[in-house]
């Protein structure tokens, strides 16, 4: 059941089979500082509400808040540190309903959990599954920020399961 | 109909009332370079075959390829650009089926366009209505390389449409 190599001595590497909906992955924590927010804005999400307190203030934001994109993006992060990163992963065809909750600001820490909602062979690959998770996203104070489901696809055992 | 300040006097300043289903907009073209996919896959999406030629080439994208997030956000700045920058926009609930059609590898120029879908005024908020986009990316090859629905909540003008 355990594999040895390039995943941490700790955690266990995951094929698809072991995979079942109902299991729950806790991913970690990240912190959002305000100069990530405003680097990733520049970048990609330019509007003034990722970009200036002011203007975030004036929005229906409340303040300076990270681009959803940027939101999306760590919640990949803790995706690949808590489970992608110790795994057969070999991609995903694309993700279903993200949904933007509530604002993530400066000084906030999104703590990340993925729960497994299906499972199937591949039909097109025998030697592969599809795995769908659901990626929600906490803040400090529990409140839910974001929620997508991800349909990612794991190599099987080799030799069958 | 034209708002001088901000926005580049050459494009004219979008209201929800200027949206109607079945526009389109082009958003222009962005070039994807090695350095880029491996910079962002670094912070956010470090899966081998996003940060190694070789691990690229090894997997099934058959060359090293830019995160689907990544891509995604290439698309949000090609949106910025090409539309939301200058427009009303207040922000978005979130994402409706991102799929990913095609790698997106170093060397790839992806150009945007964003089809209305859907217009609606927003019940809850008397003075914004949604306004659903679809995004389309295609590589230098005209080939679709990732789609979004987008929902996205734009000012009314004051005073009516």
Known sequence: MFAFGYMSAMKQYLYFEDFEAGQRYDLGSIAVSEDAIIEFASEFDPQPFHLDPKAGSDSMLGGLAASGWHTACLGMKLLYDGLIGHSSCQGSPGI??????????????????????????????????????????????????????????????????
């Open 96 to 161: 279903n309903t993200l949904s933007w909750k509530r604002p993530v600001m400066p000084g906030d820490t999104l703590t990340g959990t993925a729960e497994i909602l299906a499972t199937r062979p591949l039909q097109s690959r025998d030697e592969m599954g599809l795995v769908t998770l659901l990626v929600s996203l906490a803040n400090q104070d529990k409140a839910l920020v974001a929620t997508y489901e991800n349909p990612v696809m794991f190599l099987k055992r080799k030799g069958g399961a």
